[in-house]
């Protein structure tokens, strides 16, 4: 697990850095790779790494790395979970002259991409941002994981392109000037995502999306981007839920196996919820000695419910288990300090407690941990989101796709910007064009893909796991690196991803019906993620298979009145705000909590980069 930095200009040129400068950005990400530091300069391109020694802790592991014969070099961050597969084919092709040097997964990164080339990236199987500089045909080849566990940004200028795993390390570049996008800060506001699709809160700064590639011909100076990622349609092979159990069962087990490859101690994330407690069972069962963590506030009213399951279930399966809390002081400081650090707004404010969770169990001598994101996206856990879609499309005979889920899971409703921003700010915006039009597009994109066949259900689910999915992860990835933890994610694996997407929508959600007296008929006491908790009836007490969602929960909305002097000071908030709302909202953040949020975090945002 690492930061990647590199810049590339074009075939005849040499970037105009100095090696200090250099440092200095690909240093902006320390906290991703505090063990060991790599840099590489060469004709038109800069490469640089900074890395959290995982597996192959000797230099052996050491980036950037190049193929004997010079003409492949490589920055890596993530891990191939597929990754004996794949030397094994590759040594039986005879495609590694001389044999593997060593056990890293970046060895395997580079080998297979000089066997195959870009077709390479569909075979890997894990969370990957990856950059290859191809020096005989003067290309960088840039790649994201298929459900972008792993994040990558780039900058693209007439003179270079520059990319990096965080946004302030692209940001640190001499002729780079931060500048707000405001249609992506509007954005934020409704969804609380940095990044929608491959735009973010930055003129400029791009995203690689999950599973896209690529090219940059540095001697012409053209880009191709393409998916490497193909989604599945759900099949008939799953026509009864025992068989579906089965495979749910051999299917999670293998993804558990393979994410706890590590040379360094393994922990995991537990909130007494379903998804973290068929992780834990699984680790503990291959491990023997997992530790266990759960983070919450101080006060037990509010998060005891938490505290009370994880230590339920590390009782029931003998892990070494740990409590974090959290007061209002703490949260606030920490807020700011993240929001600070990772040069963006917090996405839901539990990625505070996820840091926190992070930074002791860091200092209790573990450094990767296992999460449960993924669950609720792949197999239909959502299910207030789920029922309401049904309930809509039985009332209207439509959900109106994209339209519905920006309305539906708003925190800041479009309709009422006109009120909450300056009036030069909203009509530059036109209506929030781009954020309709991106729901448009991603929804379209989610029934394609679910095929003619499908239920009415699954083009949701789909956008659920698009949409949410990716922001989850971000929020993981950066509150975890932040502690220098890497986090994985068992449910979110493309095999996991492959089967989940094959099931039909009955396997994993069911809605409630009505009567024949228009009443309504419960068919179950839960009604997501069905096949989930049919597989692991068994081994796991009724209280958590019928346990309702939760995730790391805090009070955070009695905790935000110190914080709302940031409305005056920030410059940013200052001209994107309008003036009455600014006062209306200091001086009651806890009675307006769902503006006051996202609101807080733009001006924190603002004043990190204006002032």
Request: proline share 5%; glycine share 8%; aromatic share 8%.
């Amino acid at each position: 697990m690492c930061g990647i930095l590199g810049i590339v200009a074009k075939a005849g040129e040499q970037p105009q850095l100095t090696e200090n400068q250099i440092l200095e950005m690909r240093d902006r990400m320390l906290r991703r790779g505090p063990d060991q530091a790599g840099l590489k300069r060469q004709e038109n391109w800069i490469l640089a790494h900074r890395r959290l020694a995982v597996r192959e802790l000797s230099v052996a592991g050491a980036q950037p790395m190049a193929t004997p014969d010079g003409r492949y070099e490589v920055v890596y961050n993530g891990e191939l979970y597929n990754d004996i597969e794949l030397r094994l084919e590759l040594e039986s092709k005879a495609l590694v002259p001389g044999g593997f040097r060593g056990s890293c997964d970046t060895e395997t990164v580079l080998w297979a991409f000089a066997a195959w080339g870009p077709a390479a990236f569909a075979k890997f199987r894990g969370m990957f941002a990856i950059a290859i500089y191809d020096r005989l045909e003067q290309c960088l080849h840039l790649a994201r994981d298929p459900l972008g566990i792993k994040p990558l940004y780039y900058h693209q200028s007439s003179e270079e392109i520059v990319f990096a795993s965080e946004i302030p390390a692209i940001l640190a570049h001499p002729r780079i000037s931060p500048e707000p996008d405001l249609a992506l800060a509007s954005s934020y506001l409704t969804t609380l995502r940095t990044v929608l699709g491959s735009r973010t809160l930055f003129k400029g700064v791009r995203s690689l999306e999950p599973g896209q590639q690529l090219c940059f011909d540095a001697r012409s100076g053209d880009f191709q981007s393409s998916r490497f990622h193909r989604a599945t349609a759900a099949s008939e092979q799953w026509t009864d839920m025992e068989s579906a159990c089965a495979e749910a069962r051999a299917v999670m087990e293998d993804s558990v196996r393979s994410h706890l490859t590590s040379d360094v101690p393994i922990s995991a994330l537990l909130s007494g919820g379903l998804d973290s407690t068929i992780l834990c069972n699984l680790a503990q069962t291959e491990l023997g000695d997992l530790h266990t963590w759960c983070a919450g506030g101080d006060d037990q009213s509010d998060a005891g419910e938490d505290f009370n399951f994880a230590r339920e279930v590390a009782q029931s399966i003998g892990s070494v288990h740990s409590e974090v809390r959290l007061g209002g002081d703490r949260f606030r400081r920490d807020w700011a300090w993240m929001v600070g650090e990772l040069g963006q707004p917090l996405s839901t404010p539990n990625e505070v407690a996820i840091h926190a969770v992070c930074r002791d169990l860091r200092d209790k001598g573990r450094v990767v941990t296992i999460s449960g994101e993924g669950a609720d996206e792949l197999f239909g856990g959502y299910e207030l989101s789920m029922q309401a879609v049904a309930d809509h499309m039985a009332e209207h005979g439509s959900s109106h796709g994209g339209a519905y889920h920006l309305g539906a899971s708003a925190w800041i409703a479009p309709a009422t910007k006109s009120k909450l921003l300056n009036p030069s700010i909203w009509n530059q915006l036109d209506g929030d064009s781009f954020l309709n039009e991106h729901y448009a597009r991603l929804y379209a994109r989610c029934e394609s893909e679910a095929g003619e066949g499908a239920s009415e259900l699954e083009p949701h689910l789909r956008f659920l796991r698009h949409n949410n999915l990716t922001g989850l992860l971000q929020r993981l990835d950066s509150s975890s690196m932040l502690a220098s933890v890497e986090g994985r994610t068992p449910f979110a694996d493309t095999r996991v991803l492959q089967f989940a997407e094959s099931l039909p929508m009955a396997t994993k959600f069911r809605p409630e019906e009505k009567d024949s007296q228009g009443g309504t008929a419960t068919l179950c006491a839960v009604r997501g993620k069905l096949v989930l908790r049919r597989a692991w009836r068994e081994r796991i007490a009724t209280s958590i298979e019928t346990r309702p969602k939760h995730s790391f929960p805090l009070p955070f909305q009695s905790w935000m009145d110190e914080v709302t002097p940031v409305l005056e000071r920030s410059g940013f908030a200052r001209e994107f705000f309008d003036k009455g709302l600014r006062k209306e909202l200091a001086a009651s953040p806890e009675a307006y909590w769902q503006c006051a949020w996202p609101m807080l975090n733009l001006a924190l945002w603002g004043e990190r980069w204006w002032g």
